[in-house]
């Protein structure tokens, strides 16, 4: 705006001023003045300054009218409305999450089968692991839980080069990721790990297609398996809080000591080691902390860092007897196939 114009506005002003001094609205100059925060003699010097200016022809007596558009989108109060709305779902729903339940028709045995990542690619062990799906998908009683890392799903930037190494893409890792959701397993719990975050595609992709409505769950699923007698307590998590060189199960004690929830069972994978540990905590509670190994093998990054490689413990089994008391209510095996057998032997008597 020139200094023209902006003398103009000020003159202007001026006049406005004026016309309520005549109108009786200020009484008199000096009360006019202190309202709009000017010195008396300042706005005396712009009436009459005005006036000239007015007089002569220069300076336009009333503003320019300027159109009023309609506001372009809904009233704000609307849109707060809309979002707590929207709040108030989100937390219910993450609410529904914590301590979701597993409802089981009897006190049968049940066998809850632990899947490790499987990192559907070039370096899973496709060998094992469809005899694992075979073992899982024909034993009676068994229910199982993915632990998370369908798929290598490398993100962008520098990891996306690795697709080139791993000759594998995007649409065969949704067609593989597919095949393990539908392939007759009876899943009560999937999670989404890290690999899944590196690409917000994948997770979606098998949301998208979960027509069993499998609780699909963000690194952590917290469940109560529920039996006509008695619940059991399941904290799975891609992995928890802390590690350990001394200890793989670290995270998982951690968990025992600082929750509130007495969980009976604290199980992760991530770390692509297996282990288990099974104890009777101060208060006589018992519980059992499993890490998966996971099928991904011949792992460049592990042999590069000199990492060793582990044969067993890719799915651990937890044969779970809700009728007994103490370490004998869950029984961990490393491997499937025994623990699948433990289980007939034990739904058979």
Not at 159 to 176: G, H, N, V, W
Not at 219 to 247: C, I, T
Request: charged share 25%.
């Amino acid at each position: 705006m020139s200094q023209k114009s902006l003398d103009d506005d000020v003159l202007s002003e001026a006049l406005d001023i004026d016309a309520k001094i005549q109108k009786g609205i200020y009484s008199n100059v000096t009360v006019a003045a202190r309202e709009v925060g000017l010195a008396r003699s300042t706005l005396t010097h712009r009436i009459g300054r005005a006036r000239e200016r007015e007089a002569a022809g220069e300076l336009r007596s009333e503003p320019i009218t300027l159109p009023d558009f309609p506001d372009p989108d809904v009233p704000t109060d609307e849109i707060i409305d809309h979002m707590e709305a929207r709040f108030n779902k989100r937390l219910a729903h993450e609410t529904a999450k914590k301590w979701f339940p597993i409802k089981l028709p009897t006190d049968d045995v049940i066998g809850l089968a632990v899947v490790g990542d499987p990192h559907l690619g070039v370096n899973c062990n496709f060998t094992l692991l469809r005899k694992h799906v075979h073992i899982m998908k024909t034993t009676p009683g068994v229910v199982a839980i993915n632990i998370g890392d369908n798929a290598d799903n490398w993100g962008w930037g520098r990891l996306m080069a690795l697709y080139a190494d791993d000759d594998i893409s995007r649409q065969t890792e949704r067609r593989l990721g597919k095949w393990l959701l539908e392939s007759g397993i009876q899943w009560c719990a999937w999670l989404h790990g890290n690999h899944e975050m590196m690409h917000g595609e994948l997770p979606t992709y098998l949301e998208a297609i979960n027509c069993k409505k499998v609780p699909m769950v963000d690194w952590r699923a917290r469940m109560k398996f529920v039996f006509p007698s008695g619940e059991l307590k399941v904290d799975a998590a891609h992995d928890h809080k802390g590690s350990s060189l001394y200890n793989p199960v670290h995270g998982q004690k951690r968990a025992v000591l600082w929750g509130q929830e007495n969980c009976d069972l604290y199980v992760a994978g991530h770390r692509h080691s297996w282990a288990l540990s099974q104890e009777e905590l101060d208060n006589g509670h018992c519980v059992v902390l499993g890490r998966a190994r996971g099928y991904k093998w011949n792992d460049p990054y592990a042999l590069r860092h000199q990492y060793a490689e582990q044969r067993y413990g890719s799915s651990l089994m937890f044969v779970i007897d809700i009728k007994r008391e103490g370490p004998q209510k869950i029984t961990p095996f490393s491997d499937l196939e025994e623990g699948a057998e433990y289980l007939t032997w034990k739904r058979s008597r």
